[in-house]
């Protein structure tokens, strides 16, 4: 749930020309994780950590994991990022 440790890992596992696809939150929102759960009619998952990253935070999170951001867009109201 940890947006710094997800990325981390996200870039040990990368081969050296990979790439990490990313949703962030909206500029603005802070770092850090929330706790969710998914629903689908009646099934309904266990709570489990999800990580929230903004979408001004992503370049020092990114650095700090050794990844750099190649691209950002916004899509239907949407913020993301590609990571290498």
């Known amino acids: 749930g940890s947006p710094d440790r997800i990325l981390r890992r996200a870039a040990q596992l990368l081969a050296p020309r990979g790439t990490v696809l990313v949703e962030l ?10 706790r969710v759960r998914l629903e689908w009619g009646a099934v309904v ?17 990114a650095a ?7 691209e950002r867009w916004v899509a239907d109201g949407r913020w993301f990022a590609c990571l290498r």
């Open 25 to 34: 939150g909206p500029p603005g929102l802070a770092s850090g994780s929330a």
């Open 45 to 61: 998952s266990d709570w489990f950590r999800w990580g929230v990253l903004g979408a001004d935070a992503v370049d020092a999170v």
């Open 64 to 70: 700090a994991a050794g990844l750099a951001v190649a």
